[in-house]
């Protein structure tokens, strides 16, 4: 009987673990970007837009009179986690970033965009 009380206990202590990490990777997050470097001529924003979508992110990005990227991104935390990382070591195969700067890290509780989109240069 004692056995048989544990293997309960430890089940449930199993599932509401599994519940907790599952929710905590769907918050959504939005954080705004810069990236600065060699990341205009380049495909950049085409690059960023292709793996915002791959990610199922919403947002913009745009090129900047600065010779920068700049941009805002909303997701889930893991997926604007991996997409951060991405903007400061990967972008489009021709750019050479030398800083990524992020900004106004803050939870959602609805996206605030359709999609993910290239803005054109005013």
């Not at 791959?54 to 805002?72: A, D, E, H, P, Y």
């Not at 889930?76 to 700067?101: C, F, N, Y």
Request: hydrophobic content about 35%; glycine content about 6%; some cysteine.
């Amino acid at each position: 009987m004692l056995r048989l009380l544990l293997l309960t206990t430890l089940a449930s202590s199993i599932k509401v673990s599994h519940c907790t990490a599952t929710i905590s990777s769907m918050a959504l997050k939005s954080v705004d970007f810069e990236v600065f470097g060699r990341v205009q001529g380049v495909f950049f924003r085409k690059y960023t837009k292709q793996q915002a979508d791959k990610l199922g992110l919403r947002g913009w990005c745009m090129n900047t009179s600065r010779g920068t990227v700049q941009g805002q991104m909303q997701g889930p935390s893991d997926k604007v986690d991996s997409m951060m990382q991405w903007l400061k070591t990967t972008g489009s195969p021709s750019s050479k970033i030398d800083k990524a700067e992020f900004t106004h890290n803050k939870d959602l509780s609805d996206y605030t965009f359709q999609s993910f989109d290239i803005r054109r240069d005013d």
